[in-house]
């Protein structure tokens, strides 16, 4: 059973920057690949971006490529989101999720086993 625990969530204004983490029980976290996914209000939960066991594959959703960027400290257990450019509509909860036994990143929220408690992240206009 791997625990992921998120943080760094906030209020920032349009334009600002902020960078999630998420903490991870094990060390086999090493071995999995990663995601974040987001959830507004009253909207399904969407894929952001997600990184391989390695950190050497990433990809992210069209609405934050050139604003986000996912990254891992495997020696800490530890995923990262540096989210720069932040825009009202990135208002969510955001989660972080693991995909226990691949290696491989994926992008829809039923290939990942694991999931965080999410943080929120609130931009004011």
């Known amino acids: 059973q791997v625990q992921l625990v998120e943080s760094g969530g906030g209020l920032v204004q349009a334009g600002g920057s902020l960078r999630l983490s998420c903490a991870a029980s094990?060390?086999?976290?090493?071995?999995?690949?990663m995601g974040w996914f987001r959830q507004a209000p009253g909207k399904e939960r969407e894929f952001v971006a997600a990184?391989?066991?390695?950190?050497?594959?990433?990809i992210y959703a069209d609405s934050v490529k050139g604003r986000f960027t996912i990254s891992r400290d495997n020696a800490k257990n530890t995923l990262y989101l540096q989210m720069n450019s932040l825009k009202p509509e990135d208002t969510a909860v955001y989660y972080c999720?693991?995909?226990?036994?691949?290696?491989?990143?994926?992008?829809?929220?039923?290939?990942?086993?694991?999931w965080g408690q999410g943080t929120q992240v609130t931009v004011s206009s």
């Open positions: 999720a693991a995909r226990a036994g691949y290696s491989n990143y994926a992008t829809r929220s039923n290939e990942y086993a694991y």
């Open positions: 094990e060390r086999t976290f090493s071995m999995y690949g």
């Open positions: 990184i391989s066991w390695s950190g050497g594959s990433t």
